[in-house]
């Protein structure tokens, strides 16, 4: 059974930090992009972040650039999104996917989705 388990959401002040992490099985994790996806009550799924199979320099969206940092460990079949510098607009659940090809900023080009956890930016 393939899961994808994301976890490390809450409540965080404007400013303030968290660190996402995402657990996968069942699969190939070391041969998949792994990315971070996030959907804002009322709007669609917005790609935020992904890193290759091997590593190294994540790619990010404009609206995180900067604040964000995306990180894997293959031996452990671990995804982790550190987020810092949070404001509202951040607020929204946060999935972590895996893809094994095509444009990652596209949600259709992902095998495996996770279920997602809550991020909400307030004070």
């Known amino acids: 059974e393939v899961l994808l388990q994301a976890s490390g959401g809450g409540l965080v002040e404007p400013g303030g930090s968290l660190r996402l992490s995402c657990a996968a099985s069942?699969?190939?994790?070391?041969?998949?992009?792994m990315s971070w996806f996030r959907q804002a009550p009322g709007k669609g799924p917005e790609w935020v972040s992904s890193i290759g199979k091997d590593g190294g320099a994540g790619i990010y969206a404009e609206s995180v650039k900067g604040r964000f940092t995306i990180s894997r460990d293959n031996a452990k079949r671990m995804v982790y999104l550190e987020m810092n510098s949070l404001k509202p607009d951040d607020t929204a659940v946060y999935y972590c996917?895996?893809?094994?090809?095509?444009?990652?900023?596209?949600?259709?080009?992902?095998?495996?989705w996770g279920q997602g956890t809550l991020v909400t930016v307030s004070s």
């Open positions: 069942g699969f190939a994790f070391a041969d998949y992009t």
């Open positions: 996917a895996a893809s094994l090809r095509g444009l990652v900023t596209n949600p259709n080009n992902y095998a495996y």
